[in-house]
């Protein structure tokens, strides 16, 4: 009997900001205690989590002295230790305090620019001092409410000199860091630059250190728009940038709800799942999602715990999918072809496409060919339904 019960070779991960959301929204103030690094850490632990993320403001407040940061860290560090937990992601909060209120790295006060890459290499520091090899960058506040006040051409830039900046800062460390860039359509009301995963993965390629640099996408921040998470995954770990991945649930044409992972999309997250565990990924599987409002303080190990379970039942689906005996021959008369054709396929060559001029098709017969897919997604559905 399958157990789905997670274990650190999962490399299933929180953020501290995760477990530790206090229920606040917009219209409503928080409803759970605050919660220690320290007892997140011993939590997740117990419930087989393989780590911690965070920003540098989850760990030591922006206000804190230096005494109290440097206490706060060595006790993160030894609760690290203590309860057998890695912190693989390390982050920057460049959103909450109200300095950024016009974005970071793309404000138009160059001052506050300029403080924001102070406070990134300094969380970076940090990240390396507790274990971390990537870095995200999420531009919460990166992005315009009113476009009359900033043009867009010169925030890309503005953004692009930043991560220059920090690459070769990196570099120039001696860090080991993999950059993520993380990717949302707007937060709240303000549209963000750089809405999408594929807009990061265009970017990229401008960037000096662009081996350095890949992606971190979110389930809710594609689907929110109404993107296919599994086909924005896909195009990621074909262009060799999936460096790190946000795992929640989101209802399409919403706001970011950072729902529990597999709380809503049964069938793109199951094929997600079987992606990334067929993909040779080998990243932590980070869940970017908190509670439901109403769960009081225990409730937010039954959410924990249900992300890790969730996962872990899509992967055994994926393995009785690739098991399934109808279900793989009916993959096998989908794409069976003309073996004739076969050799047309490839790079260029005038041979080839001497070939392929003088191929005589039979579009009718191709036109009549059967396409079983309504089989083949009925049985995924009955697969996932438990009743195959
Ligand atoms: C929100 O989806 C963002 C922030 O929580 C954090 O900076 C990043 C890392 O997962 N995701
Ligand atoms: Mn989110
Ligand atoms: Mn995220």
Not at 98 to 124: E, H, I
Request: negative net charge.
């Amino acid at each position: 009997m399958k157990t789905y019960m997670p274990t650190k070779d999962d490399k299933f991960t929180f953020g501290l900001w995760t477990v530790g959301n206090r229920g606040r929204d917009p219209f409503g103030d928080a409803v759970r205690p605050a919660l220690s690094p320290i007892d997140a850490v011993k939590r997740l632990s117990a419930l087989g989590a393989y780590g911690v993320n965070f920003h540098d403001d989850d760990l030591a407040p922006i206000d804190a002295t230096p005494t109290e940061r440097a206490r706060l860290i060595r006790e993160f560090k030894t609760a690290l230790s203590d309860y057998g937990l890695c912190a693989p992601m390390a982050t920057t909060n460049l959103f909450y305090d109200p300095v950024f209120r016009d974005g970071a790295f793309t404000a138009n006060d160059a001052s506050v620019r300029a403080y924001a890459l102070q406070k990134a290499m300094k969380a970076m520091d940090l990240g390396v001092e507790v274990g971390a090899q990537i870095y995200v960058f999420w531009g919460g506040r990166e992005g315009a409410e009113v476009d009359a006040g900033k043009d867009a051409v010169t925030a890309v830039k503005r953004f692009r000199d930043a991560l220059n900046f920090l690459c070769e800062y990196s570099r120039d460390q001696g860090y080991d860091y993999r950059f993520a860039l993380e990717a949302k359509p707007n937060e709240p009301r303000g549209d963000l630059y750089f809405p999408t995963t594929g807009s990061y993965l265009g970017f990229i390629a401008t960037l000096d250190h662009k081996e350095m640099v890949g992606v971190n996408p979110e389930v809710g921040h594609e689907q929110m728009i109404g993107l296919n998470f599994y086909h924005v995954v896909a195009q990621a770990i074909e262009a060799g940038k999936l460096f790190h991945i946000d795992l929640n649930d989101q209802k399409f044409l919403r706001f970011d709800q950072d729902l529990r992972f597999g709380a809503e999309s049964i069938k793109t997250l199951f094929f997600l799942v079987k992606l990334l565990e067929e993909s040779g990924y080998s990243g932590p599987r980070h869940f970017d999602a908190h509670c439901y409002r109403t769960e009081d303080a225990e409730g937010v190990w039954d959410f924990a715990a249900g992300c890790m379970r969730t996962y872990l039942i899509f992967k055994e689906k994926a393995r009785r999918f690739n098991e399934d005996p109808e279900i793989q021959s009916l993959l096998s008369e989908i794409s069976a072809g003309d073996p004739a054709v076969a050799d047309c396929s490839g790079p260029y060559s005038r041979a080839r496409a001497q070939m392929l001029r003088g191929v005589a098709f039979d579009r009718a017969a191709l036109a009549r060919k059967r396409l079983p897919y309504e089989r083949l997604d009925q049985l995924t559905i009955e697969l996932l339904l438990g009743v195959r």
